[in-house]
């Protein structure tokens, strides 16, 4: 079953088109990859699928449901790591998931056991009652994953969940996500700069750039189709750019920054 | 029922989630005391020579009313910076992307900065009778917590809706001070108005806040020095309420983060 679709979707900040009429669809239970360089419209995208902006043109369907006229059924299908930090930093991690919770109706007797399973899954349950404030970035985003998984959806989205991370924080966080997609059968939908990463992990790709969809299909479709044996090397030749250079990229520079410097 | 039950269940965790940010958050609390603490130490004693020969009786009398009701007046104004702040944590995310009605989330929100701006008041009551209010306890006490408790909604609900608007957390002081601080002036609570231009006496009939400080004063210290009766201070303070909590949480819906 295609549990997201996408057709002819375009997305235009005053005139600068961000999204440009990209097409696709997505298996359940499946990780799919969605790549491209800095401001290539995959937050933007992102955003359309969960609610939180309206496209300008096309369709989505999420789960079956149509964002703009079902915002809430789509809402129930998916758990979201945003590209930015969004914890309650005064509140401790046992918190902001009860919080979580409660705002996605988890029934109160299962809530408890719940909690306890994902934050020792996510390694910081014996932290559970720190304020947030004090946890360092790794430990944030653990916990956020944790959260965005907590009332079971059907979909997990993770934008960049491993930017400014360090790399054995990196691996653990990867081993999270797979191994969620195989226990519970989530499909993932993520975004990440790190190609390497992105080969080890996805079943399925996407190349988005300029706002345009300029490659779709395995990671070894992708490599065959360019002639290349890494997906960077494929990545480079289909944009012309390394997404290493990207990496250096103003924004996230300040992005990688303000998250070194709030933790 | 069911949908009743989520509904409060969702203004519930959102109440909860204030108070303890508040009670965790010190120098909030110690800075939202100590201005009106100095208000009432400086003005109390300073003007009350001249209150005292304009024949009016004690200004401490007068005044403690007005300093509690600015306590939970600016302590609930001041919350709705708290929708930009959690919008530049990121947080507000984390609740707009909640499969929960947005008028939920501006209960929740309204509800918990009155809450914590009813508690600020009480604290600051306390206080003053450290430093000679004599209050005249004319009526219950829980109508006098209403009365904070409407003067609170009201307030915290016009802070959000400025707070939804604004992107900027510079900008919110500014845009209260200048819409509210006024309302806040010639509504009776530091002088009496009776001396002033009759044009801000009419201006004053058409303040909500009048009403509701009237209410608190009246409780507090009897009727002599009410304006308007206590069923009126009751109803336009309520009406008010409630048409700036559509107002918030109109607004509150528009916001994309
Ligand atoms: N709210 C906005 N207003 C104007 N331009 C925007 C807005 N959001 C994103 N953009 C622009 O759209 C493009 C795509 O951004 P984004 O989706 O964040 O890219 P990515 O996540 O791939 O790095 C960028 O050029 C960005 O500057
Ligand atoms: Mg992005």
């Given at each position: ?74 809402r129930s299908s998916f758990g979201i790591v945003f590209q ?137 479709e992708i490599k065959a189709k360019t002639n290349k044996t ?34 | ?224 020095l009410a304006r308007f009766s206590l069923m009126s201070d ?24």
């Open positions: 079953m295609e549990i997201i679709q996408v057709k002819n979707l375009v997305k235009k900040f005053n005139g600068f088109t961000a999204v440009d009429g990209i097409n696709f669809s997505i298996d359940e239970g499946e990780i799919f990859g969605f790549l491209g360089p800095n401001g290539a419209g995959k937050t933007t995208t992102i955003r359309i699928f969960t609610t939180l902006t309206k496209p300008t043109s096309g369709q989505v369907l999420i789960n079956g449901y149509d964002p703009i006229k079902d915002p809430d059924k789509v930015d930090p969004s914890l309650d930093e005064e509140l401790t991690a046992y918190e902001n998931m009860e919080f979580h919770g409660i705002f996605y109706n988890v029934p109160r007797p299962t809530l408890k056991q719940r909690i306890e399973d994902l934050l020792k899954f996510v390694e910081i349950w014996d932290r559970r009652d720190y304020l947030v404030k004090t946890f360092s970035g790794g430990m944030k985003r653990r916990l956020e994953i944790a959260r965005s998984f907590l009332h079971h959806p059907k979909i997990l989205f993770l934008d960049e969940p491993t930017l400014g991370l360090d790399p054995q924080t990196r691996d653990h966080i990867w081993r999270y996500i797979k191994d969620l997609n195989k226990k519970e059968g989530i499909t993932v939908f993520l975004t990440t700069h790190y190609m390497e990463e992105a080969e080890r992990v996805v079943d399925d790709l996407a190349i988005i750039d300029h706002g345009k969809i300029i490659a779709r299909g395995t990671p070894e890494s997906l960077e090397d494929a990545f480079l030749v289909l944009t012309g750019r390394s997404l290493r250079d990207e990496e250096s990229n103003g924004i996230d520079n300040l992005r990688i920054h303000k998250r070194l410097w709030k933790s | 029922m069911e949908k009743l039950k989520r509904f409060l269940n969702i203004i519930y965790i959102l109440w909860i989630r204030q108070i303890k940010r508040y009670f965790r958050s010190r120098a909030r609390v110690i800075s939202a005391l100590a201005q009106p603490l100095l208000f009432l130490v400086a003005l109390g004693f300073g003007f009350n020579s001249i209150f005292m020969q304009a024949g009016k009786g004690n200004y401490i009398e007068f005044l403690a009313p007005g300093v509690i009701a600015m306590t939970v007046v600016f302590t609930a104004v001041f919350s709705g910076v708290e929708v930009i702040s959690d919008r530049q944590f990121g947080f507000l995310k984390e609740t707009l992307v909640a499969p929960v009605p947005r008028s939920a989330i501006m209960a929740g929100r309204t509800l918990g900065g009155a809450t914590v701006a009813v508690i600020q008041g009480v604290i600051v009551f306390i206080a003053s009778l450290f430093v000679g209010f004599h209050p005249n306890l004319t009526g219950e006490i829980p109508v006098t917590l209403l009365f904070m408790f409407l003067i609170g909604i009201f307030s915290t609900a016009f802070g959000t809706a400025v707070g939804s608007v604004l992107q900027d957390m510079q900008a919110f002081p500014l845009v209260i001070n200048f819409l509210f601080m006024p309302m806040f002036f010639i509504s009776g609570a530091l002088f009496p108005l009776e001396n002033l231009p009759k044009i801000i006496n009419y201006i004053a009939v058409f303040n909500p806040l009048s009403y509701g400080i009237d209410g608190i004063r009246t409780m507090l210290t009897g009727s002599e009751f109803l336009v303070m309520g009406v008010f309420s409630l048409a700036l909590i559509f107002a918030g949480a109109y607004l509150f819906s528009k916001i994309e983060a």
